[in-house]
């Protein structure tokens, strides 16, 4: 256990890349991060300085998860026993998806983790595939028209050895699957949510409590999938529709869904219902 | 010992008997055949590497920074649209001075689609800080192949071998293979100036822009000495194979007049057209450029001096001229330019005798000869 993201690093107020960072060093003892473009290759400091304190391998934008193989290949090479670690976006993820697909396929022995803020944020907030219904980003202005893609349930589908979803509100739970993953030989995937003050407009001393409520309102499921298909315990409660937090309460907090109609309240909360279809049917696998 | 094998396949012994411990590669005709055989040597046990069956050309690249940067000697091939699609990977290699070896099997980019060869495809990384070298035989692919590793980790810039799609890839030629132990005289451990992950160092990451400037300027250098490298190297396996394969090669321009300028696989029939106009009198040699780069300015000036020139370009820089042309151009005058064989078109000894005979009569101005000499 170490501190791995040192003080005076440039992330932003409330940034959640800088909490997901930090659990990394609480739950991996010996690792290199690989990082492709985006917040992140920001975060990580401008030379001489540095601000991660384990060995980082700034990569191109698309090209993450194939470095990262290498590496493994290296390491494997000389019997090293490092995890290689990549921390990428949902831009990174956009636009490495074939890449990560490959890895995947291949089952090579590295962690992905996409820490997602739901849009392209490095480059001033536009709508990526993962970006939540409805919201207005700099290229959806009017609101995102299109369905969001669901990242690690298309990971899983790639039978993987592991794949979970986190998120940074629910830190003990991140860490815990992380520590779970450290010993897992092959290909290992972890969808952390990781919502982002400035691009969803909100309060930056906020970014936990968001966090947490996209969790409570059914928006973000937690799930693990380690040979078998766990809705972990923060969720377990909010597959009773009954239980889950007001899905208006999420939405207003973020300026991001400013002026939404009830009807596309509604057409949120059918996604989000038929998000959870999804994951019932996983259950039974 | 000597063999016959086609070029794909004598690349593919040049990397197994270089000790290269991480192959990855995306299959493009025309070289496929390079890391099918490397993946079944690896298969096999022949050769103890790890190979990543990648899902692109731009992985295939990334794959091989990964590993080379983690400190293994590394490989991969392509050619054209492949070279094309990882071509964010070529910089981002050769700005991290990293050393490793490809194989570029040149062929005509599309549309149309079009498998054969032309230059066009490996001249978009001469600006990129690699090592090209291109070469005429099959021998020469392997020998070149083999000496690029060494050469590619003395000076930290990764290095390009290049052969002509089908007249090498795919054509057996009688090919002098090196025993593993004389393989291992020539070419030692990898040396490389930082490896990832031993310390808790950070590559690649922002940095000032003095810092871009001056890491520029280093490879800029880098390349401009380069020269010496590539003479000491090849001398080196000279002195042990009998064969050099220096920067540039010269055939019958000693007492020349005229002096052709070109490089690949069509060089080869170039000596042919020049021996036969040599039988009639006509005082016409070749230079032959094994690498475009470094480009030994200096070398090729004193060769062709006093000479009348021409330059003869398989590829095209749209509206100007051909590349190797424009090239010898900025630094020498009078020169001739012309670009022929684009797309693959033959042209063969007997086009190139025609072509050569019409140089040596000062009929030929610059031009682009699509289909046929006239």
Known sequence: MKTIVMPGNPSCQGCPHAIGLKALGLALEDFVLVIPAGCSTIIAGIHPKATLNVPVLHVPFASAPAVAAGISAAFKRENKKKNVVIWMGDGGADIGFATISGSAVRNDDIIVIVSDNEAYMNTGIQASGTTFWKAKTTTSPAGKREDRKDLAAIMLMHRVPYVATASVGYMNDFIKKLEKVKSIKGFRFIHLHSPCPPGWRFDSSKTVEIARMAVKCGAWILWEFDGKFNLSPASKPYKDKNKRKDLKDYLKMQGRFKGLSENEILEIEKAIDKQWKYIECFENI | ?374
Not at chain 2, 61 to 66: I, Q, R
Not at chain 2, 165 to 177: D, G, K, P, W, Y
Not at chain 2, 196 to 222: H, M, Q, V, W, Y
Request: aromatic share 8%; with cysteine; charged share 25%.
């Open chain 2, 1 to 374: 010992m000597k063999t016959i094998m086609t070029g794909n396949q004598a690349v593919a012994e040049a990397v197994k008997l270089s000790r290269t411990e991480v192959i990855a590669a995306y299959p493009i005709t025309p070289q496929t055949v390079i890391v099918e055989k490397l993946a079944e040597m690896v298969d096999s046990g022949e050769l103890d590497a790890e190979f990543i069956r990648v899902e692109s050309e731009h992985s295939a690249l990334a794959s091989v920074y990964g590993s080379a940067v983690a400190g293994k000697r590394s490989f991969t091939a392509t050619s054209s649209h492949g070279l094309l699609y990882m071509y964010e990977m070529v910089w981002w290699v050769a700005n991290a001075r990293v050393p490793l070896v490809m194989a570029v099997v040149t062929r005509t980019i599309g549309p149309p689609w079009n498998i054969h060869t032309d230059h066009t495809d490996i001249l978009t990384m001469r600006d990129s800080g690699w090592i090209i070298s291109m070469a005429e035989n099959v021998q020469e692919a392997f020998d070149l192949t083999l000496q690029g590793f060494k050469i590619s980790e003395e000076l930290n810039l990764p290095f390009t071998a290049g052969m002509d799609a089908f007249q090498l890839s795919h054509t057996s030629e009688v090919v002098e293979i090196l025993d593993q132990e004389t393989a291992d005289s020539f070419l030692p451990e990898r040396r490389q100036c930082y490896v990832f992950g031993e310390e808790n160092t950070t590559i690649g990451s922002l940095a000032p822009n003095e810092c871009t400037a001056k890491l520029r300027k280093d490879t800029f250098e880098t390349m401009l000495k380069a020269d010496k490298t590539i003479d000491k190297v090849s001398k080196e396996y000279e002195e042990i194979t009998g064969r050099n394969c220096g920067l540039i090669e010269e055939y019958r321009i000693d007492d020349a007049e005229y002096a052709v300028v070109m490089m690949g696989a069509w060089s080869g029939d170039a000596k042919d057209a020049i021996d036969e106009l040599r039988k009639e009198g006509i005082p016409i040699g070749l230079l032959k450029l094994r690498y475009i780069r470094p480009i030994p300015q200096k070398r090729i000036e004193k060769v062709l001096e006093g000479r009348e020139i021409l330059v003869l370009d398989r590829d095209c820089s749209m509206g100007l001229g051909g590349i190797i042309g424009t090239e010898l151009k900025s630094f020498m005058d009078d020169i001739t330019n012309v670009i022929a064989g684009i797309g693959g078109v033959d042209v063969g000894v007997n086009e190139l005798t025609k072509l050569f005979r019409k140089f040596s009569e000062d009929k030929l101005k610059d031009e682009v000869i699509f289909l046929e000499v006239i």
